[in-house]
């Protein structure tokens, strides 16, 4: 069973960067996509972006295009978030989550079998 550690959030002002990562035990990382979510108090979980387990699809919302960026590196068992340009509106909780039944449904939390605890990103104006 792959377990999922985020860390990287933090308390930044508007327009810096924050890379979020997250690491996952066990043997088969590699075979599993890998999404972002967010959650902002008193709303519902927000898709922020998913990579394939080749790194050969990117998908991102809206709000995340041309700011943020999806990675991952099997070798390390770990995904990344790089954030860039952050606004107060991107302050929430960012849980990392692992799929393996690949799907054009990826946006939807349901996708995902495993996830982190979350990491709390909070963006000062």
């Known amino acids: 069973q792959v377990q999922l550690v985020e860390s990287g959030g933090g308390l930044v002002q508007a327009g810096a960067s924050l890379r979020l990562s997250c690491t996952a035990s066990g043997r088969t990382f590699s075979s599993y996509f890998m999404g972002w979510f967010r959650q902002a108090p008193g709303k519902e979980r927000e898709f922020v972006a998913v990579?394939?387990?080749?790194?050969?699809?990117?998908y991102y919302g809206d709000f995340a295009k041309g700011r943020f960026t999806i990675s991952r590196d099997n070798d390390k068992n770990t995904v990344y978030l790089q954030m860039n340009s952050l606004k107060p509106e991107d302050t929430a909780v960012y849980y990392c989550a692992a799929g393996s039944r690949w799907s054009g449904n990826f946006r939807s939390s349901v996708m995902y079998a495993l996830w982190g605890q979350g990491t709390q990103v909070t963006v000062s104006s």
């Open positions: 990579i394939t387990w080749d790194s050969f699809n990117i």
